[in-house]
């Protein structure tokens, strides 16, 4: 919205409202008040969930690439040159790690969980576990 129509905006609200008042009085114009700032506050809301709803795709796409990070972690720890290197070792504890972290702020800020939980916890109790 450009300046000038949100001018016009204002001086149309201020300018009905007045209008309410002589004609019907006070009630009628705090019931215009009522209505004005329901839009306003539904308006509000509606930008709201459309926010966390980019928020929540967003959070899952950052997860899927953690994922697959780790995945391809664990493909490349698995490879004869690097089998049982311990810095690559260290790397994919840490990376399931954080996964799995990922995976608790999932279920403690959406209600509704993409993907099993529970076999990664598992496996980040088993990394924790081994030296």
Known sequence: MNMMTKI??????VLNSFLLIYLFGIIPF?????VISNMILMSYMIYLLK??????NDFYDLLSNLETYSGKLLSTYELEMFYGDDTLED????????VNKFYDYEDKYYT????NNEDNDTEAQETQSTP
């Open 91 to 98: 790397l994919l504890r840490n990376s399931k790690i954080l």
């Open 8 to 13: 016009a905006l204002i001086s149309s609200l």
């Open 51 to 56: 926010e966390r709803t980019d928020l929540q």
């Open 30 to 34: 705090i019931l215009f008040l009522s």
């Open 112 to 115: 509704e969980p993409q993907g």
